[in-house]
């Protein structure tokens, strides 16, 4: 049921905002002295709601894209739906079916350059999905008021007003703060970055860990007071397990495998609290530690079976994690295949700082399988 939270909620929205919609055309129309509307006109509006919810959540989303696009930053992947585009190894966006329904409400990925003024400009973010949809609201709305009555009485139009009132319920609802299926509503994240506290102090932490990672920072670079400070701090918040995968990162890179296996025992513990859609990445990397250092490789196929793989999972994850298995197990041709795989899909890893991390670990990989093969 957690999974199909933020879908539900979407969903809920998308309905309510019908009927707001629909009041509100039915009003206008009642008012500008038209005929009722008959039957096929309410099928056809019914028929048209999943297109009316899709471009109202599209432009919010496009909202939070086009604000993240005037602080510098550089779209990753956007979500509306069952619809996806990825950015790809080369550089472009490309169109993907999404088929995760913890992310079917509605998705944008967009991170900055460098850590300067993360958390003005995150709150910039932040705000353009809301004024994306209030913005299409007036459009909308704007637009349906100034047709004449005969076109208000079209479906065309019936779906315009349709549209516009689900972004104004997206407006309204994504301002309340909430946490819901381990994201954020916008309203909680403008809070959050608006006012001084331990939460603003925990999110800003993360944040700069994200971006430095994503820049190619190693994890052993990362200021390791930095992340303690915030693991410290007394708040509970989705963002501590992050602050915790950030902390294994930093000691496994440093060659410190025993305090990173603590770090990721605390991800661990709250990893089910995180989005759905990116609880998968969390398992692999736990199947992967276990493989790889602490040559569990029943520990590791556990973890590995409770990952549902998605198309927000790091491409290189899977290999990597049968890489280790196989060198665990002796299968020195299995561990290079899965390792040479691994090393292909780098390149599209979002954090190109880990990736520098395990590019050493599966190069190091091969040459034990090559080592093992002429033996």
Do not use: C
Not at 185 to 202: A, C, F, I, T, V
Not at 224 to 238: G, K, T, Y
Not at 244 to 252: G, I, V
Request: proline share 6%; charged share 20%; glycine share 10%.
């Amino acid at each position: 049921m957690k999974k199909l939270k933020p879908l539900l909620l979407g969903l809920a929205l998308g309905a309510l905002g019908g009927v707001v919609g629909f009041w509100g055309a039915r009003h206008g129309l009642k008012s500008s002295g038209t005929a009722h509307w008959g039957k096929p006109q309410l099928l056809g509006l019914l028929a048209l709601l999943p297109v009316a919810w899709l471009v109202a959540v599209g432009l919010h989303e496009l909202g939070h894209a086009l604000a993240g696009r005037l602080q510098g930053f550089r779209l990753h992947w956007l979500t509306v739906g069952p619809l996806m585009w990825r950015r790809q190894s080369t550089g472009h966006l490309g169109f993907e079916w999404n088929r995760n329904l913890n992310t079917a409400g509605g998705l944008a990925l967009s991170v900055p350059p460098d850590d300067v003024r993360l958390r003005e400009r995150f709150r910039v973010f932040t705000a353009g999905g809301p004024l994306g949809s209030l913005g299409w609201t007036a459009l909308a709305l704007g637009v349906f008021s100034q047709l004449p009555p005969p076109m208000q009485s079209t479906v065309p139009a019936g779906a315009l007003a349709l549209s516009g009132g689900i972004s104004l319920l997206l407006f309204v609802v994504t301002l309340l703060p909430f946490q819901a299926g381990g994201f954020a509503s916008d309203g909680m994240r403008l809070l959050n970055l608006s006012r001084r506290g331990p939460k603003q102090e925990l999110e800003v932490a993360m944040l700069t860990a994200t971006v430095r990672s994503m820049a190619g920072v190693r994890p052993r670079e990362l200021s390791r007071p930095a992340l303690e400070a915030a693991a410290a701090l007394p708040v509970q918040h989705p963002f501590n397990a992050y602050v915790a995968y950030y902390l294994y990162l930093h000691h496994l890179d440093a060659g410190d495998p025993e305090e990173a296996g603590r770090q990721l025992a605390h991800y661990r513990e709250h990893l089910e609290q995180q989005p759905a859609a990116l609880q998968a990445s969390g398992w692999l990397e736990a199947a992967f530690f276990s493989a790889a250092y602490e040559h569990d490789a029943k520990a590791a196929r556990a973890y590995q079976a409770r990952a549902v793989i998605n198309a927000h999972t790091p491409a290189e994850q899977p290999f990597r994690v049968e890489a280790a298995l196989a060198r665990l197990e002796g299968d020195a041709a299995r561990a290079r295949t899965q390792a040479e795989a691994a090393l292909r899909e780098l390149p599209r890893n979002l954090s190109q700082g880990s990736a520098r991390l395990y590019e050493e670990w599966l190069r190091d990989t091969v040459r034990w399988a090559e080592q093992k093969a002429d033996t």
